[in-house]
């Protein structure tokens, strides 16, 4: 099960940090990822990162201001995100994948966190 947390409003050029708590395992996640869906939108891929962080992806439209990382003793994957813009306003979905394979295809979801950035 994946929880997600930390979600909110903020005004432009503010900041928020997710987190993604996974219970009901003792061992890491191949891959985590953090997705988002804005209304009337498909779900996008916003970042990734492997199982040891040794790996992290990025969609474009956030390189540079948002950063994945996860604390595998704790269970838990985080998207700090700063200079958020209202093109960042969406639903924020925490997602797992037990193998490799294509970086948007994922085993496990999350309920979804909304963040919403005001102009």
């Known amino acids: 099960q994946l929880v997600e947390s930390g979600g909110g409003l903020v005004q432009a050029g503010g900041s928020l940090r997710l987190s993604c708590a996974a219970s009901g395992r003792t061992f890491s996640y191949y891959r985590m990822g953090w997705f988002r869906q804005a209304p009337g939108n498909e779900r996008e891929f916003v970042a990734a990162?492997?199982?040891?962080?040794?790996?992290?992806w990025y969609a474009d439209s956030v390189k540079g201001r948002f950063t994945i990382s996860r604390d595998n003793a704790e269970n838990t994957v985080y998207l700090q995100m700063n200079r958020l813009k209202p093109e960042d306003t969406a639903v924020y979905y925490c997602?797992?994948?037990?193998?490799?394979?294509?970086?948007?295809?994922?085993?496990?979801w999350g309920q979804g966190t909304q963040v919403t950035v005001s102009s």
């Open positions: 990162i492997s199982r040891y962080g040794s790996s992290t």
């Open positions: 997602a797992a994948k037990d193998s490799p394979g294509p970086l948007n295809e994922y085993d496990y």
